[in-house]
């Protein structure tokens, strides 16, 4: 069994809830798994409500407009860009890639 640690990006919050973290240490762990059960249903509530929020999806709407053009051309330079490697690749050049180490 891997070494329990708490993810990163909870560590900014958690030092905020510092009184809730002190009485949660304190729970049994019956008691600890009713608390995992509660905070799934407020995410799981708090996902959908977002999902259904009228004002929210318009900005989402928007913001994806904004963007689709931007996209597009980041879509296409990046398919150049692989068919480039593709070819280099195909002529026996050598190409670094995150794998090499590199």
């Given at each position: 069994m891997a070494d329990p640690t708490i993810p990163k990006r909870w560590e900014k919050i958690l030092k905020s809830l510092t009184e809730w973290c002190s009485g949660a240490e304190s729970m049994s762990t019956e008691k600890l798994e009713r608390e995992v059960l509660k905070f799934q249903g407020v995410v799981a509530d708090l996902?959908?409500?977002?999902?259904n929020d009228a004002k929210l999806i318009a900005v989402a709407e928007e913001l994806k407009d904004l963007r689709k053009d931007y996209k597009e051309e980041m879509s296409e330079a990046q398919a150049k860009s692989?068919?480039?490697?593709?070819?280099?690749r195909t002529r026996g050049s050598k190409v670094p890639s995150k794998t090499d180490g590199n």
């Open positions: 996902d959908h409500a977002m999902s692989a068919f480039c490697v593709y070819l280099l």
